[in-house]
């Protein structure tokens, strides 16, 4: 079993509960309401620029030209194509761009970037691989649960369509490989490897829980 499928099978609790949330099953149906989704861009919009931070650093870990140019050039295109679609989302819903940048990370958010950051700045490579594959697999499937429960077209489509879309697929598909070249390299890190990936993913079954309860610090 490909070291992947080894972390995918230790978070199968987890994937579950994200497949379950209200926010994943309302929006498949297009019921969500507005200001839970609008909550959700938000905050990834806040999210997205610290995980263009921790490519950035990963890059300068890696240790073969190949995967130093890819570790970079996601960061590179998460900055200068999917931040536009966060923004393209929120024009749909009367954000501008100033209020994106003006937004405060909620708890989660905040709990979550850090430990993406602080694992790129303490941790080995492998260990980065790990805490990054929740984010790309775990929006894979579950986009691909939201399209299989969705009977119709909505406003909340054109989310679902960006998370099972070719290029999304292929991002993913190459952090899996990641994952696993780290987990032959390294087998002396997966436990590391699997404690930063069952973090991740509870962070972001965290995250859902978040948008949809437009969690903020209550001041």
């Known amino acids: 079993m490909a070291f992947s499928d080894r972390l995918l099978e230790a978070g199968a609790d987890v994937w ?17 309401d507005e200001d839970a ?7 990834d919009y806040r999210y997205l620029l610290d995980y263009a931070r921790v490519f950035s650093i990963a890059g300068t870990k890696a240790r073969d030209e190949a995967t130093m140019t890819h570790l970079l050039g996601v960061a590179h295109e998460v900055l200068d194509h999917e931040m536009d679609l966060h923004r393209e989302f929120a024009a749909d819903y009367g954000i501008s761009p100033e209020e994106l940048e003006a937004v405060e990370k909620a708890p989660t958010c905040h709990a979550y970037t850090n430990f993406l950051v602080r694992t790129a700045y303490e941790g080995s490579i492998a260990e980065i691989a790990a805490a990054l594959y929740p984010c790309m697999q775990g929006y894979l499937d579950v986009a691909e649960h939201m399209a299989d429960l969705a009977e119709e077209d909505h406003r909340y489509t054109p989310f679902i369509e960006l998370y099972t879309g070719e290029e999304f697929r292929e991002a993913t598909a190459w952090c899996r490989e990641f994952v696993d070249d780290c987990g032959e390299r390294y087998p ?13 993913a509870k962070l972001e079954y965290r995250f859902w829980e978040m948008a949809y309860t437009r969690e903020d610090w209550g001041l």
């Open 16 to 32: 579950a509960a994200q497949k379950d949330h209200p926010f994943v099953r309302e929006l498949a149906a297009g019921t969500l």
């Open 37 to 43: 989704f609008q909550h959700w861009v938000k905050q």
């Open 188 to 200: 002396g890190e997966h436990d590391a490897m699997r404690e930063a990936f069952l973090t991740s």
